[in-house]
């Protein structure tokens, strides 16, 4: 069982947020998959079904932590590696263009599952738009002075050249970082693509967590 560090309310950056927008902007890529993998034709049936079941599974915490007004998600000790995995097995599955995992160390991190899982999701959905079918995303975990950062890299033209389905990835984004008492910072990478880099406490450190800023947003 993962240590719970404590449990911490969930602040928002800039008003409230609309908790059930927020749910069904976040169901509909899972929704999307398994609409998708169901009327496949060909293939590893068993590969499918087991694709379905995960997405099937992240739908059910996703509802369950609305619900429970995230409760039952609380801040613990995270293995960052199978939380990213899980969250790009996911989107991998409707997206148009491959998303490489780049991963140093086995890095844990205090934060809500579910919660960082949600602000993983956003992003990657953000990045593989922004790519579009001949770019590529790469979604990297390192340690530093700083923190554990997660961050999710595009190759696409950049901030505000893209245009946006919703607002409402961003803003959930925000609001799941900063529940995770984590720093979000989203800015033009100087080669050219977006970088969203989400921060997050290391475990070692037990006192980092309240003394990370809660948002950080660089749309420059």
């Known amino acids: 069982m993962a240590a719970t560090f404590q449990d911490y309310p969930r602040p928002v950056a800039g008003g409230e947020l609309?908790?059930?927008r927020a749910l069904l902007h976040d169901l509909r890529q899972p929704l999307a998959a398994i609409l998708l993998l169901s009327g496949a034709e060909g293939g590893d049936n068993a590969r499918k079904m087991n694709l379905i079941e995960g997405q099937a599974r992240w739908l059910a915490e996703l509802v369950e932590a609305v619900l429970s007004d995230a409760s039952d998600d609380d801040v613990e000790s995270i293995d960052l590696i199978t939380v990213v995995r899980r969250a790009t097995e996911r989107a991998q599955v409707t997206a148009s263009c491959p998303i490489?995992?780049?991963?140093v160390g086995a890095p844990?991190?205090?934060?809500?599952p579910v919660a960082l899982g949600r602000a993983l999701s956003c992003v990657l959905d953000n990045a593989v738009?922004?790519?579009g079918e001949e770019g590529h995303v790469t979604v990297a975990v390192h340690t530093d002075g700083a923190g554990v950062h997660v961050t999710v890299r595009d190759d696409g033209p950049g901030l505000g050249r893209i245009a946006s389905v919703t607002s409402l990835g961003l803003t959930t984004t925000r609001a799941m970082v900063a529940a995770?008492?984590?720093?979000?910072?989203?800015?033009?990478?100087?080669?050219?693509?977006v970088v969203a880099d989400i921060t997050l406490a290391p475990v070692s450190d037990r006192e980092a967590l309240p003394a990370l800023p809660t948002l950080q947003v660089v749309a420059s």
């Open 180 to 193: 995770c008492k984590g720093s979000f910072r989203l800015y033009t990478a100087d080669e050219g693509g």
């Open 18 to 20: 609309d908790t059930v």
């Open 129 to 131: 738009r922004a790519a």
């Open 108 to 112: 844990q991190a205090w934060a809500r």
């Open 100 to 103: 490489k995992i780049d991963v």
